[in-house]
T-cell receptor, first 114, second 114 residues
Framework: QQPVQSPQAVILREGEDAVINCSSS?????VHWYRQKHGEAPVFLMI?????EQKGHEKISASFNEKKQQSSLYLTASQLSYSGTYFC???????????????FGQGTTLQVKP | DAGVTQSPTHLIKTRGQQVTLRCSPK?????VSWYQQALGQGPQFIFQ???????QRGNFPDRFSGHQFPNYSSELNVNALLLGDSALYLC?????????????FGPGTRLLVL
């Protein structure tokens, strides 16, 4: 039931791009992306709904492929501040509605070096 | 605008003891969710409260119980503590509006069980 994130870890140089994937075996209502820095709370990045869409937030964007039940987070021209652990939280469908219950993946650790 | 607040920030208990953690949601939010995050793992959903009722529950034993007050603040109680209960306990608040709910996390309470 827990979504699977890949890769587990990424090391980048400043300015490089990265993609983080989140796959679920269950039909999803929404996918929520968070970034957590060491010793801090997860910070909300964006939410994607079923129906397939793409969203952007500064140089971070994401897509949701409803057919594959997969979401991808795209980080372009990475900055040092992007370092942290990225989690996807998936929300399953409850009939035509949502459950409000987020199931998180195991996380992807991103390290951006100068 | 105050964000989600939690107290205490750190707590040390011994096996068998009981603990109560507290959470105040973001202003305007009516729903509180609790998560347990073990070191190196993603947050795990414990339960969610709305209108003082438990709306959803994850796979946690009955030793974990909660409460929501009329002012939307919430408590998480854990009885008969085990070593394995050592973790970061996160509270997240949201607005129940019949659609996707963006959850905003508090700083967490770090619990150590000896």
């Amino acid at each position: 039931q827990q979504p699977v994130q890949s890769p587990q870890a990424v090391i980048l140089r400043e300015g490089e791009d990265a993609v983080i994937n989140c796959s679920s075996s269950k039909a999803l209502y929404s996918v929520h992306w968070y970034r957590q820095k060491h010793g801090e709370a997860p910070v909300f990045l964006m939410i994607l709904l079923k129906g397939g869409e793409q969203k952007g937030h500064e140089k971070i964007s994401a897509s949701f492929n409803e057919k594959k039940q997969q979401s991808s987070l795209y980080l372009t021209a990475s900055q040092l501040s992007y370092s942290g652990t990225y989690f996807c939280g998936t929300e399953r469908c409850y009939g035509s509605s949502n459950t409000g219950k987020l199931i998180f993946g195991q996380g992807t650790t991103l390290q951006v070096k100068p | 605008d105050a964000g989600v607040t939690q107290s205490p920030t750190h707590l040390i208990k011994t096996r068998g003891q009981q603990v109560t953690l507290r959470c105040s949601p973001k202003s305007g939010h009516d729903t509180v969710s609790w998560y347990q995050q073990a070191l190196g793992q993603g947050p795990q959903f414990i339960f969610q409260y709305y209108e003082e009722e438990e709306r959803q529950r994850g796979n946690f034993p009955d030793r974990f119980s909660g409460h929501q007050f009329p002012n939307y603040s919430s408590e998480l109680n854990v009885n008969a503590l085990l070593l394995g209960d050592s973790a970061l306990y996160l509270c997240a608040s949201s607005v129940l509006a019949g659609g996707p709910e963006t959850q905003y996390f508090g700083p967490g309470t770090r619990l150590l069980v000896l």
